[in-house]
T-cell receptor
Framework: DTGVSQDPRHKITKRGQNVTFRCDPI?????LYWYRQTLGQGPEFLTY????????KSRLLSDRFSAERPKGSFSTLEIQRTEQGDSAMYLC???????????FGPGTRLTVL | DAKTTQPPSMDCAEGRAANLPCNHS???????VYWYRQIHSQGPQYIIH???NNETNEMASLIITEDRKSSTLILPHATLRDTAVYYC????????????FGTGTRLTVIP
């Protein structure tokens, strides 16, 4: 399967713990996006990379959140000191510059107890 | 990006055409209309996009009114697998790279 993959698919953690999610985009895509989706809502944009550069960050991305894409391929999203309000589906998408369509992965569902 | 308005839910009989409306009255001249859908427990999936002409692909047709203030996504022969939340998004080709999804329309295809 050459689509966008995300790992893990599910994560349950206790409040205050740190978690890290990984996204592997489609190999030739140079743009990578992170979104968050809570129950009953559409996905909300968090941040965007072009190659290894993080070019845009939403105000939703508090200082407890950090995203990296060190070699311009896979990306990680870390949440420090998790809170119950962080419980959501975290979606990753990728695209090729100049192409309209974003391809989404299956998401990582985070539950903070 | 311009705001869109969609009905929260719709039903459609299997085999019939599903017509999903979207209002985007504040759309500007350089903004495209995109449609994505999200099947339960999956990531969103791109369907189609257009600027001002009607568009058709293997999944759907997109009809944009002449004044571009509204559009309709048409699934010509809905199947049970088309049950999903459908998002209408207005976005410029340049500038912001994120997609603003809103809450979409939950389409239920009924056997």
């Amino acid at each position: 399967d050459t689509g966008v993959s995300q790992d893990p698919r599910h994560k349950i953690t206790k409040r205050g713990q740190n978690v890290t999610f990984r996204c592997d985009p489609i190999s030739e895509h140079n743009r990578l996006y992170w979104y968050r989706q809570t129950l009953g809502q559409g996905p909300e944009f968090l941040t965007y990379f072009q190659n290894e550069a993080q070019l845009e960050k939403s105000r939703l991305l508090s200082d407890r959140f950090s995203a990296e894409r060190p070699k311009g391929s896979f990306s990680t999203l870390e949440i420090q000191r998790t809170e119950q309000g962080d419980s959501a589906m975290y979606l990753c998408a990728s695209s090729f510059e100049g192409v309209n369509e974003q391809f989404f992965g299956p998401g990582t569902r985070l539950t903070v107890l | 990006d311009a705001k869109t308005t969609q009905p929260p839910s719709m039903d459609c009989a299997e085999g019939r055409a599903a017509n999903l409306p979207c209002n985007h009255s504040t759309i500007s001249g350089n903004e495209y209309v995109y449609w994505y859908r999200q099947i339960h427990s999956q990531g969103p999936q791109y369907i189609i996009h257009g600027l001002k002409n009607n568009e058709t692909n293997e999944m759907a047709s997109l009809i944009i009114t002449e004044d571009r203030k509204s559009s309709t996504l048409i699934l010509p022969h809905a199947t049970l697998r088309d049950t999903a939340v459908y998002y209408c998004i207005v976005r410029a080709q340049t500038g912001a790279n994120n997609l603003f999804f809103g809450t979409g329309t939950r389409l239920t295809v009924i056997p």
